[in-house]
């Protein structure tokens, strides 16, 4: 069963230390939730009339997936948490859809300040139906590994789906990479995604780095067997998009995907586009330098949303037809599929592509042989 997801920023403040951070030092300083309690009705009221607008016909078939991010949750009040999860289910419940909830956290603070939280959100939201996002600091794992033993053996009392993020950056070492996949192997983990937050604020420390971010995967997904992820690394290598369509019928096809399946709403209310990719989503927000398509609390914000379409695959056809390096690519195919080149302004310098899939594409034989025994392993456990 498909699925659509909306990922939706409450949180911008944390306490960790990530380098590849896809927040501003200012934001993170924040002690405050970014959509405040007083905004929640009006808030999930307008998703509410926007969601169903969106998808109208199609989204009786799909599971609806809402991501609370960015940063950390649990150092919020309970009176706030009793407000947020007690609008959000009203939302949930008026889409008439099965549905899971995701909710981040850097997993750095103490499980006794935690608990009270997650004791809250069961009292709106059973466990099946919810997924922790871990967002760990794979430059300090070792640091941390105390603290994410004691959070994630907490977190599996709470819920159903264990997710690990980590956020990219090019100082990454392979040697924590072991670590990692220990940590993932014994605790059975759902998911891994690398987050590629690319902003304008750390494009020295994340823009420059595709091979990294390749061998970093690489590292993790031979030692470990558990995640999804594998099964999603795998399209990449399966040549799926190597077929007789021309490049503007994958553009439009990974348009109607990124416009119906998935996008980035922020505290403002502001709908950006989520690009979903094999190694994990993208948004591209205003700390991206992206322009909002439209906003919830516009009269018209529907109607702009599904326009915009149009403009999208002009967008992609111009990026196409002025970026050379594309014309040459063996991959071309592959990458306009997930709408990749959308990030352009922000990795194509110097003549120079730093699509980090490229890598994925062109060492695919590296992978092949692992990956596989593990799609074989993997549907041995399930």
Not at 288 to 309: C, V
Not at 320 to 341: A, E, M, R, V, W
Not at 355 to 360: K, M, V
Request: charge should be negative; proline fraction near 2%; include cysteine.
């Amino acid at each position: 069963m498909n699925r659509i997801k909306i990922a939706i920023e409450t949180s911008t403040s944390c306490i960790g230390k990530c380098v590849g951070c896809a927040l501003t030092h200012a934001q993170k300083s924040s002690i405050y939730p970014a959509i405040i309690e007083e905004n929640l009705l009006n808030f999930f009221s307008k998703l509410e009339h926007f969601y169903n607008q969106v998808h109208t016909s199609t989204k009786k078939e799909k599971i609806l997936v809402i991501e609370l991010v960015i940063g950390e949750h649990f150092n919020f009040s309970d009176d706030y948490f009793h407000s947020l999860f007690l609008n959000l289910k009203n939302f949930l419940l008026s889409t008439e859809q099965q549905f899971i909830v995701a909710i981040s956290t850097s997993g750095l603070l103490p499980p006794n300040k935690m608990e009270p939280k997650l004791k809250i959100i069961h009292q709106y939201l059973n466990k099946e139906s919810l997924e922790v996002h871990l967002v760990c600091d794979l430059n300090l794992f070792s640091k941390y590994n105390e603290k994410y033993e004691e959070s994630i053996l907490l977190f599996k009392q709470y819920f159903s789906f264990l997710n690990i993020l980590t956020n990219f950056d090019n100082k990454i070492s392979l040697e924590n990479c072991l670590l990692l996949s220990k940590f993932l192997s014994r605790h059975d983990i759902t998911d891994l995604q690398l987050v590629y937050g690319l902003k304008n604020h750390n494009l020295k420390m994340v823009g420059e780095s595709k091979n990294i971010f390749f061998d970093i995967y690489k590292e993790i997904l031979k030692t470990n067997t558990t995640t999804h992820r594998h099964i999603d690394i795998l399209e990449i290598l399966n040549n799926q998009f190597t077929t007789d369509l021309e490049i503007k019928e994958h553009i439009e096809l990974a348009v109607d995907n990124i416009l119906l399946n998935q996008y980035f709403i922020s505290h403002e209310g502001n709908v950006h586009y989520f690009l979903p990719t094999p190694i994990g989503t993208i948004e591209l927000d205003s700390r991206a330098g992206f322009f909002p398509i439209t906003n919830i609390y516009q009269e018209d914000s529907t109607k702009i949303y599904l326009d915009s379409k149009k403009n999208l695959i002009k967008d992609l056809i111009k990026i196409y037809s002025q970026n050379t390096l594309c014309h040459n690519c063996d991959f071309q195919k592959n990458c306009y599929s997930y709408g990749i080149p959308l990030l352009h302004k922000l990795f194509y310098n110097n003549n120079k592509c730093n699509n980090p899939l490229l890598s994925f594409f062109e060492h695919q034989n590296d992978l092949n042989f692992s990956i596989t025994n593990t799609l074989n392993d993997w549907k041995a456990l399930n």
